[in-house]
């Protein structure tokens, strides 16, 4: 009931830009637990305006500036610590890179599959980060890889098979056919723009499943000393 209810207030506050009184109106959900649904959906300036010409009572107004203000203040220090660590790691080495690619698969990563390097995730960026990888440190080149998308039944199917081809640069001859799953009672619709379902990347052959799964092991070992 939660997941659904925060999916609503997500919406009002997306398609109808509604205030936080207005969404715990119509949900009938408190203001500190929409203040937490919502962090990341504030109002701009102009919206806030928009709220004091209709009169709107002044904290209300208030209360939304101060989202915005805070939320301005978090996305400066974002840029400024992205700007600082950004300029710091060009200059890691490319074991860096390496060590970065045995984490991400120990952590995502299929380990029981013998004959295939598989790395599932619902982010591109992870999955385009480990095809570059793959090619740099595995010399596995991307023609040679496959993926398959699980979606759900409410999703826009061939618009997110695009999307995924777009994202890592790959060709249609090289995803499998979707896997289409059903909605479970209590869970998000899946149906919103931010999302797009899990990719799962394969990558086959038993020698660079083993180099990898070896390397992870040797790595781990290593530092268990």
């Known amino acids: 009931m939660n997941s659904q209810l925060r999916e609503k207030a997500i919406r009002l506050r997306l398609d109808k830009r509604a205030s936080y009184s207005e969404i715990s109106k119509i949900l009938k959900v408190s203001k500190s637990t929409l203040s937490y649904w919502l962090k990341d ?4 300036k102009e919206e806030i305006l928009e709220l004091r010409r209709k009169c709107w009572s002044k904290g209300e107004a208030s209360r939304e500036k101060y989202r915005l203000t805070m939320r301005t203040k978090k996305e400066d220090f974002a840029r400024e610590m992205y700007s600082e660590k950004f300029e710091k790691m060009k200059n890691f080495s490319k074991d860096s890179f390496f060590t970065a690619g045995l984490m991400l698969y120990l952590a995502e990563g299929a380990k029981k599959k013998e004959s295939a390097i598989v ?3 619902t982010d591109y960026r992870v999955i385009k980060f480990f095809i570059k ?3 740099e440190f595995m010399t596995i080149i991307p023609k040679d890889l496959r993926i398959q998308l699980h979606l759900y039944e409410n999703m826009d199917i061939q618009k997110e098979v695009i999307f995924w081809i777009r994202a890592l640069g790959l060709k249609k001859s090289q995803i499998y056919k979707p896997s289409i799953r059903k909605l479970q009672k209590g869970s ?16 086959f052959g038993v020698k660079k499943t083993t180099e990898l799964l070896m390397s992870i092991k040797a790595f781990v070992d290593l ?3």
Do not use: D, I, Q, V
Not at 188 to 203: M, N, V
């Open 41 to 44: 959906f504030p109002l701009n």
């Open 119 to 121: 790395l599932a995730n």
């Open 133 to 135: 990888w793959l090619k």
């Open 188 to 203: 998000f619709t899946y149906g919103e723009s931010y999302r797009h379902g899990t990719c799962s990347l394969y990558a």
């Open 223 to 225: 530092y268990l000393k």
